[in-house]
């Protein structure tokens, strides 16, 4: 028997969840399964696989089952993995912060409280990511719980890097940069001394493109500046969400198209990014195989706007040492990091295209007398929660 840590990412419409298995030594946490179960409010669709990929659970309905619904069956589906390992701790991804909280933490209900208070700076997740929480505190109050937050890695930046140019009332009123994927980069932060010990002291842009995309400037492991700011929708452009806007556009949507905050919503998270430009899918799979000339010119801008930001967070870091890809996008698709390392070529970065095609999980894409280093290093959110659980509780009691 041994301890087991529930990772849990509950959502506005999913909950994911992965459990690990607490060898007792550094490092060894192993990975026991992972589930979701996805649209809970309209046709849920469950699937867990084990460690190695295969499908173990598979299940779907007609009829909404809500997140209470959703969360009953995973517990369901858990205890028969579970019986024969101990269940010692839970770790959330929060997906807000805010100021207080730069490292994880475990939530007491005033702590709940205080998270609470940032449900309107992260409207679509974190009331989901607090309600589980609370219910576990509700119902098993003697579990071990740890919430691990996207904002957390991003504390630590400069104040003008964190700062927008607005009044300081505003300001003061929480409006500023945060930044999010923190967990994300910060696990790429942590095995990329496995990897390339000058980048990990160095200066490093990491692109974590997948259906939401961001890019973060890492000096000496540590978040310099990253592309999303106040909310989760700027920055990159993304498979539904716009990425960065001038203002005034807004504006223009309110005064002379008569949208309200509902609607803009709508358009700038749900039906921008890769999927409004192109009109053909939110999906780059697709978008790679569309003959649709929109298509091409979706993953043009996409493309276009992240050698932008490079160039930005570059100009943060005063410099470059390597440029890592992660996440969907970034772990497996060879055409968009070629095009992304080709537009990098004045940033020092020589792509190595044998390499580059034949890139499979964690390995070097760039030549061996590059400049700048390039990497593709998978991304492990879960594995990061799972870490941080365990080294808040210590030894689980
Ligand atoms: P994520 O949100 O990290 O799961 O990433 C999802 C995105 O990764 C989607 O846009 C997928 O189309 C994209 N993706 C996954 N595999 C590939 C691939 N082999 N080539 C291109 N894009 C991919």
Redesign the pocket.
């Known amino acids: 028997m041994s301890d087991a840590i529930l990772v849990v990412n509950a959502g506005s419409s999913s909950i994911k969840f992965s459990v690990f298995l607490d060898r007792g030594e550094d490092r060894a946490i192993e990975h026991l399964l992972s589930g979701q179960l996805e649209g809970v409010t309209t046709e849920p669709r469950f699937s867990a696989r084990d460690a190695a990929g295969t499908l173990i659970a598979e299940q779907r309905w007609t009829q909404p089952l809500g997140h209470d619904g959703a969360i009953e069956h995973m517990d369901g589906f858990l205890r028969e993995p579970l019986s024969v390992h101990r269940l010692a701790a839970v770790g959330h991804r929060v997906v807000h912060g805010g100021l207080a909280f730069s490292a994880p933490v475990r939530p007491t209900p005033a702590i709940v409280e205080q998270l609470e208070q940032l449900i309107p700076l992260a409207p679509l997740h974190q009331p989901h990511n607090l309600a589980l929480i609370k219910t576990l505190l509700a119902n098993h109050p003697t579990l071990p719980q740890v919430a691990c937050f996207d904002t957390a890695f991003h504390r630590g930046q400069a104040e003008v890097a964190q700062a927008f140019a607005l009044p300081l009332v505003i300001t003061e009123r929480g409006v500023r940069r945060y930044g999010f994927h923190g967990l994300s980069y910060e696990y790429v932060a942590r095995v990329l001394p496995d990897y390339d010990a000058r980048a990990a002291q160095g200066r490093t842009v990491v692109l974590?493109?997948?259906?939401?995309s961001s890019a973060c400037a890492i000096a000496d492991g540590r978040s310099v500046a990253s592309t999303m700011g106040f909310t989760a929708v700027d920055g990159l452009p993304m498979?539904t969400r716009c990425g960065n806007l001038d203002p005034g556009v807004l504006l223009y949507l309110m005064d002379e198209m008569k949208m309200d905050a509902c609607a803009i919503e709508k358009l700038i998270y749900k039906e921008s990014g890769?999927l409004g430009v192109s009109g053909v899918s939110?999906?780059?799979?697709?978008?790679?195989e569309s003959a649709e000339p929109r298509a091409q010119f979706a993953i043009e801008l996409f493309v276009y706007r992240i050698a932008r930001e490079l160039g930005s967070l570059a100009a943060a870091l005063g410099g470059l040492d390597a440029l890592i890809f992660t996440?969907?996008?970034?772990?497996?698709?060879?055409?968009?990091r070629e095009r992304v390392c080709l537009a990098a070529a004045w940033l020092g970065v020589t792509l190595d295209p044998a390499a580059n095609n034949a890139a499979r999980g964690a390995a070097r894409i760039s030549t061996a007398d590059s400049q700048t280093a390039a990497w593709v290093i998978p991304?492990n959110e879960e594995l990061m929660i799972a870490r941080d659980t365990r080294n808040l509780l210590g030894r689980i009691p």
């Open positions: 974590h493109l997948g259906n939401g498979g890769l939110s999906d780059m799979r697709t978008l790679l996440a969907g996008i970034g772990e497996n698709s060879a055409p968009i991304t």
